[in-house]
């Protein structure tokens, strides 16, 4: 299929449909509707606001939906107990689950639809801002007046969501490190569709020294402005994405290199090879067809709440467990794949038996650390000058992992795993 018609036909797929989205906007209203009236029975001074996907009209048709309402709190209210406030307002009822973040928020389902209820803080300006949280507002304002001028890019950005998600670079999330909802609604208003934004990545030659620099509202005379006056620390990603809400920030500080090199490569195959199944989230499973009599599948829990938290912590001990297992084992390919809907995390591993070797160790004449190094390997000797010890890779994978447990049972339960096994 030529990709015009690929598009066409993903993208009637990709919308859900005038019905469910009635559904969806009619659950959040009366929501709001509600809850406006629980916040003046209280007398508390607050907006309140739908946002996300649904207020922009770029919903991804998927299992289950979520819509974002956020609660502007007025000025007078310390940033400290929005939080609270809001639960107050909410009440304790079955159902409402308080979610922990930079600020905490709440959780509750009515008809299959998940409710977040974001506490906010009304600013007028974004420079005003003390949370991310609290830019929301003036995010979605900016995004519906693009979309109104130009009713063709809430498509592209349905196209570019289902994309990104498929290929698994869709979050801000520390363990997914892509693109977050906003920061690809930007790339589509800048570039005008998602086609056009694909190939751009596709061609470009991206690197730490060569970087993707966009200013759409040109707040900065050129690119070098924009990386003298943002945070250092938010242009280290390959794509600095100047908020147009706001000059200082980089609406695409959490993409990674290595997601984006993930992203491009997609976006060569799919322009290569145009076809439906580029939007079709892939089971990382099938990426170890070709090692399925080295394959090695490890499932790990934590104790922490589902989302961003389990999975960066489950992502960072994945990190730790590589460092381990390739002391004894050389690592054909690895993948990392965490499900939220059961808060688990998956590492699949193709091993093979790594060759024995001669480690080098410290001068003969650090006596401290020689005495040291002889105890971890009684076979040392010494060679010009340095300790040397031959090191035997003779464990199979069911051997290691048991030792692995047994002698790391501290910090695996500092880094909060809670289970490990191998499935």
Not at 78 to 101: A, C, M, P, Q, T
Not at 170 to 180: L, P, Q, T, V
Not at 245 to 260: G, H, Q
Not at 388 to 404: M, P, Q, T
Request: charged share 30%.
């Amino acid at each position: 299929m030529k990709i015009k018609e690929v598009l066409t036909k993903q993208l009637e797929f990709s919308k859900p449909s005038k019905e469910v989205f009635d559904k969806i906007n009619k659950i959040s209203k009366d929501f709001v509707y509600e809850l406006k009236k629980k916040l003046k029975s209280k007398k508390i001074k607050a907006e309140v606001f739908i946002g996300g996907s649904l207020a922009k009209k770029t919903l991804v048709k998927k299992g289950a939906y979520d819509t974002d309402v956020f609660v502007r709190f007025d000025e007078k209210y310390s940033d400290e107990k929005l939080s609270l406030i809001l639960g107050r307002v909410l009440g304790s009822g079955k159902g409402i689950k308080k979610v922990h973040g930079s600020r905490d928020y709440y959780q509750l389902f009515i008809d299959d639809v998940l409710i977040e209820v974001v506490p906010v803080l009304k600013i007028s300006k974004p420079s005003e801002a003390i949370n991310v949280t609290d830019l929301s507002f003036f995010h979605v304002k900016y995004v519906l007046k693009k979309l109104r001028k130009n009713k063709k890019l809430t498509d592209e950005i349905i196209l570019a969501k289902a994309f990104a998600h498929a290929q698994g670079v869709y979050g801000a999330e520390s363990y997914i490190h892509g693109f977050s909802g906003y920061a690809l609604e930007l790339l589509i208003i800048y570039y005008g569709s998602f086609l056009k934004f694909i190939q751009e990545i596709s061609y470009a030659n991206i690197n730490k020294k060569n970087r993707i620099i966009i200013d759409s509202e040109k707040f900065y005379k050129n690119k070098n402005e924009v990386l003298m006056n943002l945070n250092e620390a938010k242009i280290n990603s390959p794509v600095v994405l100047v908020d147009p809400t706001f000059k200082e920030r980089n609406a695409s500080s959490s993409l990674s290199y290595e997601t984006l090199d993930k992203f491009k490569k997609s976006c060569n195959e799919f322009l290569k090879n145009p076809s439906l199944k580029f939007f079709e989230k892939k089971d990382i499973s099938l990426e170890f067809k070709k090692f399925l009599d080295k394959l090695k599948i490890v499932e790990v829990k934590t104790k922490y709440q589902a989302g961003d938290i389990a999975g960066t912590k489950s992502k960072k001990f994945y990190e730790f467990f590589l460092y381990k297992l390739k002391r004894e084992f050389e690592i054909k390919k690895s993948g990392f794949d965490y499900d939220e809907d059961v808060n688990t995390a998956k590492f699949y591993l193709a091993l093979d038996k790594k060759k024995n070797e001669i480690v080098r160790g410290p001068p003969a004449t650090s006596v401290h650390n020689l005495l040291g190094f002889k105890k971890a390997h009684p076979n040392a000797f010494i060679k010009n000058g340095f300790a040397y010890a031959s090191l035997k890779h003779d464990l199979g994978f069911e051997k290691w992992f048991s030792v692995f447990l047994s002698n790391g049972k501290r910090i695996i339960g500092e880094m909060g795993i809670i289970e490990i096994k191998e499935i």
